[in-house]
């Protein structure tokens, strides 16, 4: 008999992927069925949500722009760490007692010397914006109720992701985008961007959902667990192997605009603690993924 998960943020970029692969595969996993819409900022909502208790719960749902994070820091407050609260509390008023996951994120750590390279889970958070305080913050809060509740408790720290079906408020969606545009003559050969010449860890969305599943069934309760490649990439270099898989030649036009602040020049992250409780590892190549991000853009551009 499959195991229930209750998965929220499921309309999300990662929770579509988790939709899919659990519709699609002979995975133990099935999706908590949810009766009601609700909003985890709204505690009502969330009573006699779940008719049968999950064995277990990913939490993905927040507000995860950083720029939006600077705007509005009290909303993403809000959304990202009195919405985790209230979801806890609800799951407690219904007696469960099943793994929970905390989707957190790689940005709680800020900025980390080159020397400190590939970032560990040793490495002590050091959030710069008001989102990775949020998401540090609720890291805390759900490690402390699984010590309280009982709960085993897990977080999880995704460093970038990228893959199909994502927004282009994210650098390489952004890219992607504007690529199958000038492809199909709807905009001029000439791609705005923002700072380019950094480094990031990226992982392909579909790596990202094998990772969660991964720490469901064998991570440690109390752990946190980063999330990532181990393999740093120019973000221009990924723009160029978009402009070449698409064949398309075009020049490159900073936006000021699209330049955000206390940017990290490198980022480089460690999964070896994640590999050494799961045995999980990447498994697709970035050339896999950029096509599937072209490939997505190139049906959307079409009907835009």
């Not at 490495?123 to 699984?146: D, F, H, I, T």
């Amino acid at each position: 008999m499959k195991k229930r998960l209750f998965v929220t943020g499921l309309s999300g970029f990662v929770g579509r992927h988790i939709q899919s692969r659990l519709n699609a595969s002979e995975s133990e996993w099935e999706l908590s069925p949810v009766p009601s819409r609700y909003d985890l900022c709204e505690p009502k909502s969330l009573d006699g949500l779940w008719p049968q208790l999950p064995d277990a719960v990913i939490h993905l749902a927040g507000q995860t722009f950083v720029p939006e994070a600077f705007r509005d820091p009290a909303k993403t407050f809000q959304v990202n760490l009195l919405g985790t609260l209230n979801l806890l509390q609800a799951l407690k008023a219904r007696g469960f007692n099943g793994t929970f996951l905390y989707i957190s994120s790689g940005d709680v750590y800020g900025q980390v010397r080159e020397s400190a390279l590939p970032i560990d889970e040793h490495q002590p958070p050091c959030p710069r914006n008001p989102y990775a305080v949020s998401k540090l913050s609720a890291e805390m809060l759900c490690l402390q109720w699984g010590m309280t509740e009982g709960w085993p408790v897990l977080v999880a720290r995704p460093f970038n992701h990228i893959g199909a079906g994502q927004l282009d408020s994210f650098v390489i969606a952004s890219a992607a985008r504007q690529i199958c545009r000038i492809k199909h003559g709807l905009q001029a050969p000439e791609l705005e961007v923002g700072d380019i010449d950094v480094t990031r860890d990226f992982l392909d969305v579909s790596d990202v959902v094998s990772a969660y599943l991964a720490l469901l069934e064998r991570g440690a309760p109390g752990q946190v667990y980063n999330i990532c490649s181990g393999v740093e990439q120019s973000i221009r270099a990924l723009i160029e192997q978009l402009a070449d898989l698409a064949q398309v030649d075009m020049q490159l036009i900073q936006d000021p605009a699209r330049l955000r602040r206390a940017e990290q020049r490198r980022v480089c992250g460690s999964h070896a603690k994640l590999h050494q409780a799961t045995g999980w590892a990447p498994e697709l190549t970035t050339q896999q993924s950029l096509r599937a991000i072209l490939s997505d853009w190139e049906s959307r551009v079409r009907q835009e």
